[in-house]
C-alpha cells in the first residue's frame, strides 16, 4: 500500500505535525510505502530518514507570515499550492492508495481538497482541532473566555468578535471556511477524530456535508518503563503553551492555593503574568527527553485544565505512560483517558474545583496509588505509534471509492480556480 502524508511541516513544533511525522514512521515500520509531503520549507524530522519514507516538499511560504492583504488572498484559497500539490502528486511514480491530511491552514488552504478529491484515492483528514466547522478553530469565544454556544458559520458566529487576534481576522477566516465546506461537501471525505468527544461536537457541527466518520488515537512516543514516584514530587506540572484557553493561569491560581509549587514548561503570552504569581516556577520550552526527566522528578501531577475543547493533548498521555496522574478538563477529549479519583481527576476549568483537586494531592499515599493505576491502565491498552499504524493501516485498507464518488470528482485543473462563495 501506498500512503500520501500531508502536512505542513515536517518538524513537531506542534501536536498535529507530531502526529503527522510519527504516524509516517509508524506506518512505514508496518512495511507501507509512504510519500510525505511538506508544504512549508523546513526542518526535517529525524523520524522521516525510513527507507520506505519520501519526502517531497512543495517550498511554500506560510501564508501568515506575508504581509495581511496578501496573507488573507491566500489565506482563503492558495492557487500556488494546489498547483504544487497537483505537480507533485502527478509525479509520483507509484500512484498512492490513500491520501492522509494533517494541516492545511497555514500554507495550503482549501484550494488542495479538489486536487485531492479529484485524485483518484480516498482522501482522509485528522481533525486535529474544528477548523473545518469553525472559523476560528477552537470553537472558543477569545472575547469572553469560554466555549463557544454559536452554530459555526450561522449569522451570529459570522457576527460574534470570537477572534484572538482582530474583527478582520476572523472576516477571513469565516471566508476560508466557506471556501472549505465548498470544495469538501458532498465530495466523500473522510474525516479522522482523534477523542470520542470530538467525534460527538463535529458529527453536529458538519451533519450535512456528506463526511465519513472515523475514530483513531493519535500515537504517543514513549517507551516502556518503570512508573515514576509523583509522591516524591512537589509541584503540579504544566506542560505546553502558556496561554489562558489552555487553563495555565487556573494552576498558577489554584496550586498556590492547595499549597504548591506550579511548575511551567513552556512558553506564551502569559509567561509575564505567571513569573509574577507566587509559588511559580517558568522552565521555557524543553525537549520531550528533559520534560519527561523533569515531571519525573518534580511533578505529583500533571493538570491540563483546558477552557476549550481540547482534542487530544498528547502531554496528558505521556504523563498516564509515565505513571504520573493527571488533573484534567471535564471539556478537553484527553479526559476520556482519566479514570477520575483512580488515575486522575476530571474536574470543569474552574478556581475552586482545580483547588480542591490539587489540595487531594498532599496525600502522598493516594498520589502513589493515583501514579500506579495511571501507569497500569495506560499500559494495558497503550497508544504506541506501532498501534496508531495498525489502526490507521486497518482504516486505509477499508477504503473503497464507489460511483458516488468518481462521479463527483471534478476536472484535474480546477483546484486552480477561485470558488464562488455564496451566503449561507
Not at 451570529?156 to 461537501?185: E, G, M, Y
Request: proline share 8%.
Amino acid at each position: 500500500m501506498h500512503v500520501v502524508i500531508l502536512a505542513e511541516f515536517a518538524s513537531p513544533s506542534g501536536g498535529a505535525e507530531k502526529v503527522a511525522v510519527e504516524s509516517a514512521r509508524g506506518l512505514a515500520e508496518l512495511g507501507l510505502r509512504v510519500t510525505y509531503v511538506q508544504g512549508v520549507a523546513g526542518p526535517v524530522d529525524p523520524l522521516l530518514d525510513h527507507r520506505n519514507v519520501t519526502r517531497i516538499g512543495l517550498d511554500l511560504p506560510d501564508v501568515w507570515a506575508r504581509n495581511p492583504v496578501a496573507a488573507a488572498a491566500a489565506g482563503i484559497w492558495h492557487a500556488r499550492s494546489a498547483r504544487a500539490l497537483q505537480d507533485a502528486l502527478r509525479r509520483l511514480p507509484v500512484a498512492p492508495d490513500v491520501v492522509h491530511v494533517h494541516q492545511w491552514t497555514r500554507s495550503l488552504s482549501p484550494a488542495i481538497f479538489p486536487v485531492l478529491l479529484a485524485a483518484g484515492a480516498p482522501v482522509v483528514l485528522t481533525l486535529h482541532d474544528y477548523f473545518l466547522a469553525c472559523p476560528n478553530g477552537v470553537h472558543y469565544r477569545f472575547d469572553a473566555g469560554e466555549p463557544c454556544s454559536l452554530a459555526p458559520m450561522s449569522a451570529a458566529c459570522i457576527l460574534a468578535p470570537c477572534d484572538a487576534k482582530s474583527r478582520l481576522h476572523k472576516l477571513v477566516r469565516v471566508a476560508r471556511t466557506a471556501a472549505a465546506r465548498r470544495a469538501v461537501s458532498g465530495r466523500g471525505l473522510h474525516v479522522v477524530h482523534v477523542c470520542d468527544a470530538s467525534r460527538a461536537r463535529m458529527g453536529t457541527m458538519l451533519g450535512g456535508y456528506g463526511l465519513t466518520h472515523h475514530r483513531v488515537d493519535n500515537p504517543v512516543r514513549v517507551a516502556p518503563g518503570a512508573p515514576a514516584a509523583p509522591e516524591a514530587g512537589d509541584a503540579v506540572a504544566y506542560v505546553g503553551r502558556l496561554t489562558r484557553e489552555k487553563g495555565a493561569d487556573l494552576v498558577a491560581a489554584a496550586a498556590h492555593q492547595a499549597g504548591l509549587t506550579a511548575l511551567f514548561v513552556g512558553t506564551g503570552p502569559l509567561e509575564a503574568e505567571l513569573r509574577a504569581m507566587p509559588g511559580v516556577e517558568l522552565l521555557g520550552w524543553r525537549s520531550p527527553e528533559a520534560v519527561q526527566a523533569e515531571l519525573r522528578h518534580r511533578a505529583r501531577a500533571l493538570a491540563a485544565p483546558s477552557r476549550w475543547y481540547e482534542t487530544g493533548p498528547l502531554t496528558v498521555y505521556e504523563a498516564l505512560a509515565a505513571g504520573i496522574p493527571v488533573v484534567a478538563s471535564d471539556r478537553s477529549g484527553a479526559a476520556e483517558k482519566v479514570l477520575d479519583g483512580t488515575s486522575g481527576f476530571v474536574v470543569p476549568p474552574e478556581p475552586a474545583a482545580l483547588t480542591a483537586a490539587f489540595a487531594k494531592l498532599a496525600d502522598d499515599a493516594r498520589v502513589a496509588a493515583m501514579g500506579r493505576a495511571a501507569h497500569a491502565r495506560y499500559w494495558a491498552a497503550p497508544m504506541t505509534i506501532a498501534r496508531h499504524a495498525e489502526a490507521s493501516a486497518a482504516l486505509y485498507a477499508g477504503l473503497r471509492r464507489t460511483p458516488r464518488d468518481a462521479m463527483q470528482q471534478e476536472p484535474a485543473g480546477i483546484a486552480a480556480e477561485r470558488p464562488t462563495l455564496h451566503p449561507l
